[in-house]
């Protein structure tokens, strides 16, 4: 991975030492689409001119929806303020931010779907071009928002963010409705002597709104993906993993954790360089989030062609238990994976899982030098 290698470390640490935060973390401007657009630029809930809404910029069908409004028999909720967006087939929303070129961003935003099916929402930045599709079918919230996370790396320092709907439903207004949109500069945390995986605490992340009780979403990212949970892959069709953090969630150590919300369709990865033949220790925590997920937890964690399970029963009210895989390194790199076994849902009916936290890789037996051997002789 590009991400990390030595060049760029340095690079990206004298940027981290040097420049201030162009984009502020935090709601990107209008982000929440508080700002209304004028009525004589609306025809209905339509926004018809370009540049309506403030600080934002729309294509095609875009509706601006207000809280309580109706759809049929459906009550449109919004989470955050009073106003949302909603996006039709081939419609976007575009805003351009300022960053610092060479550092790497996390955009967080909220999304509901409504009448559609399969709905997915493609998110780029331009120029780049980086752009990721991020799936939304799957709603893991009971008021049917979900907060997604994605990252990019900026290329020039200012940008343009583009959410757009490639939707192709019949009825324009089945698109997916957006609210506070984010961004967060990312620190990609190195790999350490006591620590060779890369942000094993899992304490650098996406945004998380102060006021979101409900976790952000990290979807499937490859491998050519920047992440939006640095060093870490998810690995999954249409799944996601969600970020928790201790202002509303139990987590293990430190300030955040990942839930593993999606049973074993998705998995949470990084490679790390190993040298083949010497022994490792993985060292994890596996607990629950204390967001009532109550059941019997199953945590697979593999490295390499070891592998452990752990069982955790949950009584949905924050715990957790420590888990150490030690294994010999068959390649130079190694997978760290973690997997949740059990699919859980919650008495409202979403899904949770367990969290995963302050995982640990370290050698612990060194092959004798070659070099002290020979002086023996
Ligand atoms: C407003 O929308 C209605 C219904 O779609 C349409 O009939 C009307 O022509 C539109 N008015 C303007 C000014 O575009
Ligand atoms: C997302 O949209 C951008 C810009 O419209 C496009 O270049 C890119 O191919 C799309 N990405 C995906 C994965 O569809």
Same mark, same amino acid.
């Given at each position: ?70 759809? &049929? ?17 081939? %419609? ?51 008021? &049917? ?5 994605? %990252? ?16 192709? +439903? ?6 997916? #409705? ?81 839930? #593993? ?30 967001? &009532? ?34 294994? %010999?390194?068959? %390649? ?15 008495? +409202?009916?979403? #899904? ?26």
């Amino acid at each position: 991975m590009a991400f990390y290698n030595g060049a760029s470390v340095v690079a990206l640490l004298l940027l981290v030492s040097t420049a201030a935060r162009a984009a502020g973390d935090g709601l990107l401007l209008n982000g929440n689409f508080e700002y209304q657009p004028s009525k004589s630029q609306m025809n209905g809930t339509r926004v018809m001119a370009e540049n309506a809404i403030p600080y934002w910029k729309i294509t095609g069908f875009v509706e601006y929806i207000s809280s309580g409004q109706k759809q &049929g028999d459906m009550l449109l909720t919004v989470p955050e303020g009073a106003h949302a967006v909603r996006l039709g087939n081939e %419609a976007s929303i575009e805003q351009q931010i300022s960053v610092t070129r060479g550092m790497y961003y996390s955009i967080t935003f909220s999304a509901a779907r409504t009448c559609a099916q399969s709905e997915k929402l493609n998110v780029s930045v331009a120029p780049g071009p980086e752009s990721g599709e991020l799936p939304i079918q799957t709603v893991y919230t009971s008021s &049917g928002w979900d907060s997604y996370a994605w %990252a990019f790396k900026a290329k020039r320092g200012l940008v343009s963010l583009i959410i757009h709907n490639h939707g192709e +439903d019949d009825d324009p207004a089945c698109g997916p #409705l957006i609210d506070s949109v984010a961004i967060k500069t990312l620190y990609p945390p190195q790999a350490t002597q006591n620590n060779m995986l890369r942000n094993g605490d899992f304490e650098e992340g996406p945004y998380m709104f102060p006021n979101a009780a409900w976790g952000v979403m990290v979807p499937p990212i490859s491998e050519d993906d920047h992440s939006p949970l640095p060093g870490w892959m998810v690995m999954s069709d249409t799944k996601a993993v969600k970020c928790v953090d201790s202002a509303h969630f139990v987590v293990p150590h430190g300030a955040r954790a990942v839930e #593993l919300v999606s049973g074993l369709e998705t998995a949470l990865m990084q490679e790390v360089r190993t040298v083949p033949g010497r022994s490792y220790r993985l060292e994890f925590s596996v607990g629950d989030a204390g967001d &009532g997920c109550v059941g019997s937890m199953q945590v697979k964690g593999y490295a390499g062609q070891g592998s452990t399970t752990v069982t955790y029963s949950s009584q949905g009210t924050g715990g957790h238990t420590r888990a150490s895989l030690e294994f %010999a390194a068959v %390649a130079d790199t190694t997978r760290v994976v973690f997997v949740s076994s059990t699919y859980i849902t919650k008495w +409202d009916g979403t #899904l949770c899982g367990p969290v995963v936290d302050d995982a640990s890789l370290a050698c612990v037996s060194q092959q004798q030098p070659p070099a002290r051997r020979l002086l023996r002789l």
